[in-house]
C-alpha cells in the first residue's frame, strides 16, 4: 500500500505532494526504535516527552516519512502534518491490516470497577461457546491461548488491530476488552467497531488525568457514540449506577439494562452467595436461566449479569452462558484467596479507590467475619483528593486498619500516607502505619485471629512495586505466603 492509499480518511493539514502519496509503505511505528526501511513514524506530543525528538532517529532507520500534530522542526522532510495523530494512526493501521475489527465481535468494557472480571467472563463464556479469542486488559493480553504481557489496560491502537489481525489470521473470531478512559479520551481506540459496549460503574478515580468527574463521564460516553466508527449496535448498561441513566445511546442501539432493581430488565432473582461462591436466576423478559460461580459477593453479582447480557448479544445460548460463568474459578488479584491452612481468611485485592474499598469490604463483610483487617495505600503521582476518602472507606468497614506505601511513584511515601491518615482519623478505628509494605504485610497477619478476614487492598494482580527510583519485584500473594510460612502455617493439602 502506498501512503496515500494508507492515510486516506485522515485529515491532513496539508494535502500530501504526488511523490509522497505515492510511497510504498512496509510498516507503521510510533517507537523509533521499531522502525524499519519504508515504515511511516508517528510522533505523538506527550506529557514527559514528545515524540519529534525521535523523529531524527526514525529517518535515519529509513523512515520514509513523519506523521505529526504537532509542527515540523525546522530542517525535518518529509513531514506529513495531520489534525490529531493518535487517530491517524488508528485509521492507518486499520488501513494496513484489513480493517480486522470489522470482522470480529469485538466488546468494550469501560466503567471504574469491575472491567477485569467482567472481560473474564465474557471471555470464559465465549470459550464455552467454542470460539477462539482474544483479551485485552489489566492484568494480560491473550491470544488464541497465548498470554501476551499487558503494557497497559488499553494499548495504542497499533497493538491493538495488530492483535486483532493475528486472532483472525489464528481462526479467531471474538475479541473482549477493557477500554481505559485514558484510551478513550486520547484516541487508542478511535475508528474501531465494536459490536458490543458495557458499563460497569462509575466512581472517583483518574481526576489526576481527567480533572473532573464530567470530563472522567464524557470520555466513558466515547464508547457508546463511536468515535469515528459507527456506535456499537448493542450496549449493556448497569442501570443501578446513576451515570448509566445519562450515556446518550444511538436509536438504534439495543440495550440490555441489567442490574437488581426492578427497572433492571435483565435482573438477578434469588441470589445466594457464601464462601462457595454465588448461585442465583437471570431473567430477561420470559427467559429464565440459573447461573452458579465461584467468585464471591454482590460486586460479583452485577459483573456476572454484565458478562450475560455481552454474551446474549451474540446469541449464545442461555445454557452455554451458564456454563461459562460456571467455568471461570477465580481473576487474578480480585479477592483472591492465599491459603496457607491459617485458621483466617487472606485476601488480596486491586481496590485502589474508595468505592472499590468499600465494595470489597462490604463482600468480606457479607461472609461474616469475627473482624476485618484492611491494609491499603494509595498511589503516587495520581489524585491526591481520593486519598483521604479511601481512609475514610478503610476505616469506616474495618476493625483494624494497615495503612502502608501501594506505588509512591516520584512522591514522598509517607506524604502520601499522610494524606490518607486525614480519612482514617475521622473515625476511632484501630489502627497501624507502616510504610515498608512487606512489613506491614506482616503486622496485617499477625494482627488476624481465627475467625478473622485479612484484605490486602490496592495492588492485586501486580508482581512489583514502583518507587522513585527504581521497580522492585513485589507480589502481595507471594509476600503474605512467606509470611504466614514464618508463622508456621503450611497448608498440607
Not at 492483535?163 to 477493557?178: N, P, S, Y
Request: charged share 20%; with cysteine.
Amino acid at each position: 500500500m502506498t501512503t496515500g492509499e494508507i492515510l486516506s480518511g485522515v485529515r491532513l493539514k496539508q494535502p500530501l505532494a504526488p511523490e509522497l502519496a505515492s510511497r510504498p509503505v512496509a510498516g507503521l511505528a510510533y517507537d523509533s526504535r521499531r522502525v524499519e526501511p519504508a515504515f511511516l513514524f508517528f510522533a505523538f506530543p506527550g506529557s514527559r516527552t514528545d515524540g519529534r525528538r525521535f523523529a531524527e532517529d526514525a529517518l535515519a532507520r529509513g523512515a520514509s516519512a513523519v506523521v505529526s500534530e504537532s509542527e515540523a522542526p525546522e530542517g525535518f522532510a518529509p513531514w506529513i502534518a495531520v489534525e490529531h495523530g493518535r487517530h491517524a494512526l488508528a485509521i492507518a493501521c486499520r488501513r494496513f491490516f484489513g480493517r480486522p475489527d470489522e470482522h470480529i465481535g469485538l466488546t468494550g468494557i469501560t466503567g471504574t470497577n469491575g472491567k477485569t472480571t467482567t472481560a473474564y467472563l465474557l471471555d470464559s463464556i465465549l470459550h464455552a461457546a467454542g470460539h477462539t479469542t482474544a483479551l485485552v486488559g489489566t492484568i494480560e493480553y491473550r491470544l488464541a491461548g497465548r498470554v501476551l504481557p499487558a503494557v497497559n489496560t488499553t494499548p495504542e491502537s497499533l497493538e491493538l488491530v495488530k492483535l486483532f489481525a493475528d486472532l483472525r489470521q489464528a481462526g479467531g473470531t471474538h475479541a473482549t476488552m477493557e477500554v481505559s478512559s485514558h484510551a478513550l479520551a486520547l484516541g487508542r481506540v478511535y475508528a474501531l467497531h465494536f459490536h458490543t459496549a458495557v458499563f460497569t460503574n462509575l466512581t472517583r478515580d483518574h481526576l489526576d488525568f481527567h480533572g473532573s468527574m464530567e470530563d472522567y463521564f464524557a470520555a466513558k460516553q466515547m464508547l457508546f457514540a463511536g468515535a469515528g466508527a459507527p456506535p456499537p449496535p448493542f450496549a449493556v448498561l448497569n442501570r443501578d449506577d446513576p451515570y448509566s441513566r445519562r450515556i446518550r445511546l444511538h436509536p438504534k442501539t439495543e440495550v440490555f439494562w441489567y442490574g437488581l432493581g426492578t427497572e433492571s430488565s435483565l435482573r438477578a432473582h434469588h441470589v445466594f452467595s457464601g464462601f462457595q461462591g454465588l448461585r442465583f436466576d437471570v431473567q430477561l423478559g420470559k427467559l429464565r436461566f440459573a447461573v452458579e460461580s465461584p467468585l464471591i459477593g454482590k460486586i460479583n453479582v452485577y459483573n456476572i449479569l454484565a458478562a450475560c447480557g455481552a454474551g446474549l448479544s451474540y446469541s449464545i445460548p442461555p445454557e452455554i452462558v451458564a456454563r461459562g460463568i460456571a467455568g471461570l474459578a477465580a481473576v487474578p488479584g480480585r479477592f483472591e484467596r492465599v491459603d496457607q491452612g491459617q485458621p483466617f481468611v487472606v485476601v488480596v485485592d486491586y481496590a485502589h479507590t474508595d468505592d472499590a474499598l468499600r465494595n470489597v469490604i462490604a463482600v468480606a463483610r457479607g461472609l461474616n467475619p469475627k473482624r476485618i483487617v484492611t491494609l491499603f495505600g494509595c498511589g503516587g503521582d495520581r489524585d491526591r483528593a481520593k486519598r483521604p476518602l479511601m481512609g475514610f472507606a478503610a476505616a469506616e468497614g474495618s476493625d483494624f486498619v494497615v495503612l502502608t506505601s501501594d506505588n509512591p511513584r516520584s512522591e514522598d511515601p509517607l506524604a502520601i500516607m499522610n494524606d490518607a491518615l486525614v480519612g482514617i482519623r475521622r473515625t476511632d478505628v484501630a489502627h497501624v502505619i507502616e510504610p515498608d509494605r512487606a512489613a506491614a504485610i506482616a503486622h496485617a497477619l499477625k494482627e488476624a485471629r481465627e475467625g478473622d478476614i485479612v484484605i490486602l487492598a490496592g495492588k492485586g494482580h501486580e508482581p512489583y512495586q514502583v518507587l522513585k527510583d527504581r521497580t522492585i519485584p513485589f507480589d502481595d500473594r507471594a509476600v503474605a505466603r512467606e509470611v504466614l510460612k514464618g508463622y508456621g502455617y503450611f497448608k498440607t493439602s
